[in-house]
């Protein structure tokens, strides 16, 4: 006599066991974050950048005057809209000049593509990439 398989799912069983283990993983395996000043970012990374601009702007202003999270900058190309681009920080230097930093783990073709729209639509911009930097150890010569 053959029993019928039971199907557990979160749908239909309501004590399906929730911890940690269960929940979806991203795509890039990166966490979102809040940063000092209550901004979410979607790793942990861009968030740490946002605190090490936090205190440039308070410690030393001659560096960084002002900065502002995922500005939306749209790619038109001969007055048709292709895209929008949200850079992760606009930041305003002292003298008044801007530029564009992108905190960078993984760089997919899409950002590479939006990437050098943006550079060809905004010459006078300048696009920054800051690359992840991996936790590893740090050797003392």
């Known amino acids: 006599?053959?029993?019928?398989?039971?199907?557990?799912?979160?749908?239909?069983?309501?004590n399906w066991p929730i911890d940690e283990t269960t929940?979806?993983?991203?795509?890039?395996?990166?966490?979102?974050?809040?940063?000092?000043?209550?901004?979410?970012?979607?790793s942990t990374g861009e968030c740490g950048y946002c605190n090490n601009l936090l205190l440039q702007t308070k410690c030393?202003?001659?560096l960084v005057k002002?900065?502002?999270?995922q500005v939306k900058y749209?790619?038109?190309?001969n007055g048709k809209q292709i895209t929008n681009h949200f850079v992760d920080f606009e930041v305003i230097r002292?003298?008044?000049?801007?530029?564009i930093h992108e905190y960078k783990g993984f760089a997919t073709a899409v950002w590479a593509i939006k990437r050098k729209l943006f550079e060809a639509l905004y010459p006078?911009?300048?696009?920054?990439?800051?690359?992840?930097?991996?936790?590893?150890r740090i050797r003392i010569r």
């Not at 002002?66 to 999270?69: A, D, P, Q, R």
């Not at 749209?74 to 190309?77: E, G, I």
């Not at 002292?94 to 530029?99: R, S, V």
């Open 124 to 136: 006078d911009i300048p696009y920054l990439v800051i690359p992840h930097q991996p936790k590893g």
């Open 74 to 77: 749209s790619l038109k190309v």
């Open 23 to 42: 929940k979806k993983k991203t795509k890039y395996h990166s966490k979102t974050q809040k940063c000092s000043l209550g901004h979410i970012h979607h």
């Open 1 to 14: 006599m053959m029993f019928p398989k039971k199907k557990w799912s979160k749908k239909k069983n309501p």
């Open 94 to 99: 002292p003298d008044g000049k801007l530029e």
């Open 60 to 62: 030393t202003p001659r």
């Open 66 to 69: 002002s900065f502002k999270t």
